[in-house]
């Protein structure tokens, strides 16, 4: 008898097990007798007589306590959908959007977040068997304003950052820019002047692209005194 184990879609980390039986199957699985685990992180796909891993390199896996920078892309009576830039599509509700009472007959949840605006939120909870569930209600969360929204793979966000904030500190000095950071690989820069902004745009670009190199901060001290 055969028998997948994990639901299609669901998200598998190296050494879970997949299925039982005979199948066919393909990239990011390993067969050991009759059993098929998983060799990747990434999302199992159950196509009938035919399973495979699809790895997820570079993708976003949400933890609870994550800051993350959400696009807001559906609005409900009482919640919102966020695109948060993961395999999964996070979800706001009303109790934890704002401080105050939220009543569904009284008031719209068009009038806190709409279609389209960027918020700062975090994860509050999180496990596989369920979408995340996000919270704004926070001191320093809620919609961003302005400025510019830049994406980077999820991994580079501590280079960025650097030791004790050291990098993304210097680049927000040098260039006069707010900038937040998302754990998720999203990144907004605020400046009073487009220009500011263009610059640290370009310095964290370079940061990606060389994150793996020496003296990195030095080369963007450098770069970023010239263009004073």
Do not use: C
Not at 74 to 94: F, H, Q, R
Not at 190 to 195: R, S
Not at 199 to 213: F, G, N, P
Request: aromatic content about 6%.
């Amino acid at each position: 008898m055969s028998k997948v184990i994990v639901e299609n879609h669901e998200i598998v980390i190296p050494g879970d097990l997949l299925a039982e039986g005979e199948y066919r199957y393909g990239e990011g699985i390993v067969k050991r007798g009759r059993e098929y685990y998983s060799t990747l992180v990434g999302l199992f796909q159950d196509k009938g007589d035919f399973i495979q891993v699809k790895g997820l390199k570079g993708k976003y896996i949400p933890r609870p306590g994550d800051l993350v920078i959400g696009k807001v892309v559906e609005v409900g009576l009482t919640s919102w959908i966020v695109d948060i830039d993961s395999p999964y599509t996070a979800m706001l509700s009303a109790s934890n959007a704002t401080e105050k009472r939220f009543d569904p007959v009284k008031d719209d949840t068009k009038r806190i977040f709409n279609v389209g605006d960027v918020i700062l939120t975090k994860i509050m909870s999180f496990d596989r068997t369920r979408d995340p569930s996000l919270i704004t209600n926070e001191r320093g969360l809620g919609k961003l304003r302005g400025g510019r929204l830049i994406e980077i793979e999820a991994a580079h966000i501590p280079r960025v950052i650097g030791k004790k904030g050291t990098m993304i500190n210097m680049v927000k000095r040098l260039t006069r820019t707010q900038i937040i950071t998302g754990q998720n690989g999203r990144i907004w820069v605020l400046g009073k002047k487009k220009e500011d902004e263009l610059k640290a745009i370009e310095s964290i670009r370079k940061i990606e692209l060389e994150a793996h190199t020496q003296g990195l901060t030095d080369r963007i001290r450098d770069m970023l005194s010239n263009n004073q």
